[in-house]
């Protein structure tokens, strides 16, 4: 079974900084189906990354993805406000066939 | 545009049945996978299942005696079925487009299990 744990569990900065958020996996994924999501208080995840280190539709490209095996990374690089989330990453192409990170909060 | 709307019951009883549909517009339910995912309040997300228009399925191992995820292509939608619920199936039940690296979500409904 492939677990995901992402770290750190809550992340505190300040807009203008750099975040980086970790997602481990307890057996190797394939790349082409790890994908970040960023989710605000209330509303449903949105899909930032996919494939590890492809930017969604209308993602801004301070977000970034990268890695392989069982160490992915997802990168902001100047914090805006509406960045202070949470972030899930999501494998879907081991077994089980899709799961979730337990999420990385990101607050000021 | 691409947009998913769930619906049914707010309230379900415990050990009741769990039943509600996600209707899709903008997109054929034909050739793409199609996803449910649940968050119990304040907490993570939990893959249910998904399946493909063609009908064919994949189970959370949690989950998997109780849930069935069926299609109608006929109607653009798809359903899902969790029997013989308890507390711990109260959560907010997301439809999504895919079976992961999902672009397309729901606004996802609130469903409580209680008496």
């Known amino acids: 079974e492939t677990v995901l744990t992402q770290s750190p569990g809550t992340l505190s900065l300040s807009p203008g900084e750099r975040a980086t958020l970790s997602c481990r996996a307890s057996q190797s994924v394939d790349s082409s189906y790890l994908a970040w999501y960023q989710q605000i208080p209330g509303q449903a995840p949105r899909l930032l990354i996919y494939g590890a280190s492809n930017r969604a539709t209308g993602i801004p490209d301070r977000f970034s993805g990268s890695g392989s095996g069982t160490d992915f990374t997802l990168t902001i690089s100047r914090l805006e406000p509406e960045d202070f989330a949470v972030y899930y990453c999501q494998q879907y192409g081991g077994s089980p066939p899709c799961s979730f990170g337990q999420g990385t909060k990101l607050e000021i | 545009q691409v947009q998913l709307q769930e619906s049914g019951p707010g309230l379900v009883k415990p050990s009741e049945t769990l039943s509600l549909t996600c209707t899709v517009s903008g997109s054929s339910i034909s050739s793409y996978y199609w996803s449910w995912i649940r968050q119990p309040p304040g907490k993570g997300l939990e893959w249910v299942g998904y399946i493909y228009s063609s009908g064919s399925t994949n189970y959370n191992p949690s989950l998997k005696s109780r849930v069935t995820i069926s299609v109608d292509t006929s109607k653009n939608h798809l359903s899902l079925n969790l029997t013989s619920v308890t507390a711990a199936d109260t959560a907010i039940y997301y439809c999504?487009?895919?079976?992961?690296?999902?672009?397309?979500w729901g606004q996802g409904t609130l469903v409580t299990v209680s008496s």
């Open positions: 999504a487009r895919g079976r992961g690296g999902s672009h397309y």
